[in-house]
């Protein structure tokens, strides 16, 4: 097994509409562990740096606004191939294409809304969830 953690952001558009405990129940349903976890209100600084490998893309500004609209829940989970396992759970990026079954199929409305975001590698939950957890805050159980 390669027991691996990952970090995700339930975003602004799941909180509204009152999705955090059927995202988060998928999750523990697939035996991935919840190692930390927080409500936040993002700020602009955060979801610049979260979102910094899109800096140069044209929608770059709005994501950031989007995400810093209201509150989010961020967290680290940890499993036997979390990375991928999340992302196969979550789906593809445009709601309007993901598969039936997975969190974006079922629940997100575009591109841009779409509920939910996590690490594509394990690079990147490197960089990721050090811009919300400090590793006194990732527990061990």
């Given at each position: ?23 988060i ?59 991928e ?47 919300f ?9």
């Amino acid at each position: 097994m390669a027991i691996e953690r990952t970090f995700v952001m339930i975003k602004p558009d799941a909180v509204e509409r009152k999705l955090i405990g059927e995202i988060i129940s998928r999750f523990e349903r697939k035996n991935l562990k919840i190692v930390a976890m927080k409500l936040i209100k993002m700020t602009k600084e955060q979801a610049k740096e979260l979102y910094i490998p899109h800096k140069d893309k044209p929608f770059y500004n709005d994501l950031v606004n989007f995400a810093t609209r209201g509150p989010v829940v961020v967290m680290v989970l940890e499993g036997d191939s979390a990375v991928e396992v999340v992302r196969t759970l979550i789906g593809s990026t445009d709601g309007r294409k993901a598969l039936p079954g997975t969190i974006r199929g079922d629940f997100a409305l575009d591109i841009q809304e779409n509920v939910i975001h996590a690490s594509d590698s394990k690079e990147s939950y490197e960089r990721e969830h050090k811009i919300f957890f400090l590793e006194s805050e990732l527990l061990k159980y």
